[in-house]
């Protein structure tokens, strides 16, 4: 069981007052200590329901984001992430803005071994967009590399 000491940057789990942001927060996000740092293991999120808009017409664009990574020694709390990627509802950026700039911000909090990000989104004008953005420190690029060229050769074939 985790102690009080270990959750104290966790705030927003088991809040029953939620409040979901207006726009793009990436102050949002909290993290929580990885008790086992010495193992690689991947975690992956799943939101199927991804909503941002386009910069130039405002419509809603709709989309799936998967995120996996290898933690270090920070996790980043799933209520946190839920909120943050709701954040971008209202938020005009291309889909492959969005996808960087949510891996960015996942390095910046929780500094990872690993990490990637792609965007799965709903065609518009019948054309479907699947970015996929990836980072490794000095110790995975061969995984980074690796994960890059399995991701072109799906779209290739």
Known sequence: MRTNEELQGVSLLGNMHTKYPDDYSPEIL?????????NDYLVTFTCPEFTSLCP???????????????????????????LYLFSFRNHGDFHEDC???IMKDLIRVMDPKYIEVRGD?????????????NYADADYQQLREQRLAQHLSQRFI
Do not use: C
């Open 30 to 38: 909290e993290t929580f200590v990885n008790k086992h740092p010495e």
């Open 99 to 101: 996808v960087n700039i």
């Open 121 to 133: 989104f709903m065609p518009r004008g019948g054309i479907s967009i699947i970015p996929f953005a």
């Open 56 to 82: 130039k017409t405002g419509q809603p664009d709709f989309g799936k984001i998967t995120i996996s990574y290898i933690p270090r020694e920070q996790m980043v709390e799933s209520k946190s992430l839920k």
